[in-house]
């Protein structure tokens, strides 16, 4: 069965709701789904969008974002705190950073640019109908710890049509989709993810795998992307030892003016800084240029810029925050040393270096959107 019979055979059971302020794409794909879907429902802004999926409570929700009355990102965040399992597909020529960080936030399934690419909204709408399909039925767990194998526990997922979370970030910042298995092999994994999420996977040369079925995530590196169809072939899995959906913080990859400077006596290192949080930063020294154990207490300078508008005008401020930081692991490398440094900020410090982090994700969004897949490969 291919992937146009699955999805015809599967969406004839749900309904769809179709927010979109222009008359003759509405038309357009209103045509296309009632072909597949049980109950199509159009909107042409957001309150009506609103009260569309009050009255019907569809099965799937896709939106354009820019529409009059209520635009699509306020009725999103509305049909989260209605129904926070609400599957929602943006569709949309444009996305603004942090709009586009928010949505990901919120948990929207999926985004298809404008125009409206058939292949990638067939892959979209294929993997959050075997979600609701699969939904209400139950896997045992008992079957999946027994199973040594990796490439056997996914299967198993896979033959259930359960769908999986594949984890990664672009320089600290999270993406987080849901993806499906497709096939196996001795060696590998198949599996479909949506394009963001595909786009992250390409830049990390690997994913995180989680499940509630899983007692661990598990790793694997990217073997081949097909970018036709975006099938993703997976190999080298493994445990993993790192929860990387459990952080309670965002850590990031500051840009180059952020600067860190450790005091230790008379001592002064510029330090090269791999990420930081608003309660930790991780730093690379050469080996022998300060002797540090754990638990140590240092003193720890941070430099950066922070951007706020004034009328028209964005001025930049040069921000500077002293600290005590402890010194929480050393991790030694060829040559140098990590240290992940911790610190208990105040709150006028601590609402500084947040405001810093926020725009550094806004920044890395806007960079991440620029990548493209066959520039990864």
């Known amino acids: 069965m291919n992937k146009i019979q699955e999805l015809s055979l599967l969406s004839k059971n749900y309904t769809i709701l179709y927010v979109e302020d222009s008359i003759s794409l509405l038309k357009q794909m209103n045509l296309y789904f009632e072909k597949l ?6 909107s042409q802004n957001g309150q009506e969008g609103l009260e569309k999926y009050k009255q019907h409570i569809p099965d799937i929700v896709l939106t354009d974002l820019n529409m009059p009355k209520m ?3 306020d009725m999103i965040k509305t049909l989260k705190e209605i129904n926070p399992n609400v599957k929602i ?9 942090g709009t586009l960080l928010e949505a990901m936030h ?13 292949e990638l909204l067939s892959d979209a709408l294929l993997k959050i109908l075997i979600e609701i399909n699969q939904a209400d039925k139950t896997l045992d767990k008992d079957v999946i710890d027994k199973e040594k194998s990796l490439i056997k526990k996914l299967t198993i997922l896979g033959g259930s049509n359960t769908s999986i979370e594949l984890i ?14 497709v096939s196996k092999s001795d060696s590998n994994i198949i599996i479909h993810a949506p394009y963001i999420q595909t786009l992250a996977m390409a830049y990390e040369k690997y994913t995180v795998i989680s499940s509630e079925y899983l007692d661990h995530s598990i790793e694997a590196n990217i073997h081949y992307i097909d970018t036709k169809t975006r099938e993703i072939i997976l190999d080298n899995l493994k ?9 309670k913080q965002v850590r990031i990859k500051p840009d180059r003016y952020f600067k860190a400077i450790i005091h230790k006596g008379n001592k002064r290192v510029d330090a090269e800084i791999l990420d930081l949080s608003s309660s930790s930063i991780s730093v690379l020294l050469d080996k022998n240029i300060m002797s540090l154990d754990t638990k140590e207490d240092i003193d720890l300078n941070l430099g950066f810029n922070i951007h706020h508008k004034g009328g028209s005008v964005i001025f930049v401020d040069s921000t500077r925050i002293s600290t005590k930081a402890v010194v929480f692991k050393i991790i030694e490398h060829l040559g140098k040393i990590e240290l992940i440094l911790l610190y208990e900020l105040n709150k006028s410090k601590e609402e500084l270096l947040v405001k810093y982090i926020v725009e550094r994700e806004l920044e890395l969004i806007k960079e991440f959107k620029k990548l493209k897949l066959e520039d990864l490969l």
């Open 37 to 42: 879907f049980k109950n199509v429902y159009i």
């Open 71 to 73: 635009n699509g990102f």
């Open 89 to 97: 597909i943006i569709i949309s020529a444009y996305i603004d950073t």
């Open 106 to 118: 919120l948990g929207v399934s999926d985004f298809i640019p404008k125009p409206i690419d058939r």
């Open 168 to 181: 990664n970030h672009y320089k600290g910042v999270p993406l987080i989709h849901n993806g499906t298995i």
């Open 239 to 247: 445990e993993s030892t790192d929860n990387a959906k459990s952080r």
